[in-house]
Nanobody, 129 residues
Framework: QLRLVESGGGLVQPGGSLTLSCVAS????????IGWFRQAPGKEREGVSC????????KYVDAVKGRFTISRNSAANTVYLQMNSLEPEDTGVYYC??????????????????????WGQGTLVTVSE
């Protein structure tokens, strides 16, 4: 079973930047698409971004497009989420997830995350003065 571990969360002021990491326990390059999701206090989990198994394609929801960048380091079995121009609305627990289908991952990011089975434990991001 593939395991994912997120890190990099913390407290940052509005307009600041933060980079999250998702480290996999096995090779994910050319095998798994990786997505980022977040859950604000009292809210439902929502999709943020995803990257294809090769790293050749990326997708973003409108709320973060132009501010966040997803990337992967195949040798390190790691996917990153670089977050710039952070806003209080970006506050929440950020999770990464894996799927062997890039199409299913994008559908999960934009519509329904509940079909995904492989998740990390989450890392908390707080954007506040």
């Amino acid at each position: 079973q593939l395991r994912l571990v997120e890190s990099g969360g913390g407290l940052v002021q509005p307009g600041g930047s933060l980079t999250l990491s998702c480290v996999a326990s096995a090779v994910i390059s050319d095998h798994y698409a990786i997505g980022w999701f977040r859950q604000a206090p009292g809210k439902e989990r929502e999709g943020v971004s995803c990257i294809s198994s090769s790293g050749g394609s990326t997708k973003y929801v409108d709320a973060v497009k132009g501010r966040f960048t997803i990337s992967r380091n195949s040798a390190a079995n790691t996917v990153y989420l670089q977050m710039n121009s952070l806003e209080p609305e970006d506050t929440g627990v950020y999770y990464c997830a894996a799927s062997d289908s890039s199409e299913i991952m994008w559908a999960s990011v934009t519509a329904d995350y509940r079909h995904l089975e492989i998740w990390g434990q989450g890392t908390l991001v707080t954007v506040s003065e």
